[in-house]
């Protein structure tokens, strides 16, 4: 019989207390509710074929919008026992929600009985739609039936709400983008707080002395923001980095010095950095981590003689795993978040300067970030770390500047009892790179930058931001919701 330990033992698997392999997340269900009424068949005998043609054509439209997600759709509903059928399939399927597809007018207590057969309360996102964005003088009376999506949508709504059931609406004609990306938003919000919720992020050390704003409870992570937290002794990380080879380490090494030019540091910088990457990935392999964050200052750096960032970085870039340091496991969900809806990897910075003439936040990084950010490698160059915190030689760190183009920033911030979500949209500048040896950004805002920052420093902040390109506003804002918490927007 093969003896079970616990993970801090620090020996091998089986673990009694981590998974024993990687528990893979099954495609998210979402149903889809399509709405026709059985009176008007009878007096309009065409009108039935039209209608399911029509909740046809939204539903492959919705089934394309939503890639990596199952869609059950068991077809037009127009009676209660067509109700019954749906929402006993939707109960069956494990649906995490349902879009709700008027067709036609139906009274609220068949749409009902499709949606109170579903355990859970899932998501509901009702879609109020219509052929066409506009009235035509031609219409007669069959037209305006086809097109009585609102009278359904409205009676639904009123009746929820005496119910105390949460809703989501959209509203757009049955061919407007608009609409199905705001749907995508939903879904996407929901589906990456569903993942988190199944995520393990590992935590070497434990926030930096003094950073108040990073502390954080457990319990607290893990019953609004989603993740199990894994406390792991440093040792852990110094056992993996003991067996990386040499050979492994030099052509890490030597794939860097090809990809991008170099200063101020020399061969043995570059192997020491790379050496931590490669420990890094072998210790998020042996727990099965989504997520890892570290206490690099006066920590690993001293452990490894190397400091941590570009280790960090590499596992970010090569792996596709978050990664913070410093404690920040807000930032660490942030990252985790903002990876997930844009599909590309953020930036870990902290606030820096403001700039009146160009409006923007000058952004400071904390060394963890991919090549991608700043573009072309040629963007890119390998430095000195700007900051020595106890490790040997000159440190290894990337030097750029984020490329131009809409950013989404925010952190969370433990706010006691709960969470607090910031969330903002720039747009990155193409503004000349400095030389800092660090990863940077200007990012322009919206509001008069004093006015910005006069907002954030009264709301309070956490000191560190998560950055990534892309628009991604709606679907945080939507996530805050689905974890139960405050959110803040500025721009």
């Known amino acids: 019989m093969e003896l079970v330990t616990s993970f801090e033992s620090g020996g091998s698997k089986p673990f009694g207390d981590v998974f024993t392999r990687k528990m893979e997340l099954p495609a998210m269900a979402v149903g889809i509710l399509g709405l026709g009424y059985f009176e008007y068949w009878r007096m309009y005998p065409a009108l039935r074929e039209t209608v399911r043609q029509d909740l046809d054509r939204i539903v492959a439209r919705l089934q394309k919008e939503l890639p990596g997600?199952?869609?059950?759709?068991?077809?037009?509903v127009d009676t209660l026992d067509r109700?019954?059928?749906?929402g006993d399939q939707f109960a069956a399927e494990q649906v995490s929600a349902v879009i709700v597809v008027a067709g036609t007018y139906?009274?609220?207590?068949?749409?009902?009985?499709?949606?109170?057969?579903i355990?859970?309360?899932?998501?509901?996102?009702?879609?109020?739609?219509?052929?066409?964005?506009?009235?035509?003088?031609?219409?007669?009376?069959?037209?305006?039936?086809?097109?009585?999506?609102?009278?359904a949508i409205s009676q639904l709504t009123g009746s929820l709400r005496k119910m105390k059931r949460e809703y989501q609406v959209v509203v757009g004609d049955s061919c407007d983008p608009e609409a199905y990306r705001k749907i995508r938003a939903h879904v996407e919000a929901l589906r990456a707080v569903r993942q988190l919720r199944h995520s393990t992020f590992g935590l070497i050390g434990h926030v930096f002395r003094g950073m108040y704003d990073l502390e954080f409870d457990r319990a607290r992570v893990r019953g609004f923001l989603g993740p199990e937290i894994l406390a792991l002794r440093p040792d852990f990380l110094v056992e993996c980095w003991e067996e990386v080879p040499q050979e492994e380490t030099a052509a890490a090494a030597d794939a860097l010095l090809k990809r991008f030019p170099c200063r101020d540091v020399d061969l043995d910088d570059i192997r020491r950095s790379c050496r931590i990457g490669l420990a890094m990935r072998r210790l998020c392999r042996k727990f099965d981590l989504d997520g890892l964050c570290f206490l690099g200052q006066h920590y690993l750096e001293k452990i490894t003689g190397a400091p941590a960032r570009m280790g960090a970085s590499m596992l970010l870039e090569e792996d596709h795993i978050p990664v913070c340091c410093e404690g920040d496991?807000?930032?660490?969900?942030?990252?985790?978040?903002?990876?997930?809806?844009?599909?590309?990897?953020?930036?870990?910075?902290?606030?820096?300067?403001f700039d009146l003439k160009n409006n923007a936040l000058f952004l400071l990084g904390h060394g963890i970030g991919a090549p991608a950010l700043a573009g072309e490698n040629g963007e890119v160059v390998l430095?000195?770390?700007?900051?020595?915190?106890?490790?040997?030689?000159?440190?290894?760190?990337?030097?750029?500047i984020l490329k131009p183009g809409t950013v989404t920033m925010g952190h969370f911030l433990n706010t006691g009892?709960?969470?607090?979500?910031?969330?903002?949209r720039g747009?990155?500048?193409?503004?000349?790179?400095?030389?800092?040896?660090e990863l940077h950004a200007m990012v322009k805002v919206q509001s008069p930058v004093r006015e910005y920052l006069t907002r954030v420093l009264e709301k309070g902040a956490a000191h560190h931001l998560i950055v990534a390109h892309g628009d991604v506003v709606e679907e945080l804002l939507h996530a805050a919701r689905r974890m139960r918490i405050e959110s803040f927007f500025i721009e």
């Open 69 to 76: 997600v199952r869609t059950v759709y068991p077809g037009m």
């Open 83 to 86: 109700a019954g059928e749906a």
């Open 106 to 117: 139906l009274p609220d207590f068949i749409t009902l009985e499709a949606l109170n057969r």
């Open 119 to 151: 355990p859970g309360e899932p998501e509901l996102i009702l879609f109020n739609t219509q052929n066409g964005a506009d009235l035509s003088p031609d219409d007669q009376y069959v037209d305006t039936m086809r097109n009585s999506s609102l009278i």
């Open 329 to 353: 496991i807000g930032g660490l969900v942030m990252m985790t978040l903002l990876q997930n809806f844009t599909g590309s990897a953020p930036f870990q910075a902290e606030w820096g300067q």
């Open 383 to 400: 430095t000195h770390s700007p900051e020595e915190w106890g490790f040997k030689g000159s440190g290894l760190n990337y030097e750029l």
């Open 417 to 424: 009892d709960s969470w607090r979500l910031l969330v903002s």
């Open 427 to 437: 747009e990155s500048l193409g503004f000349p790179r400095l030389n800092c040896s």
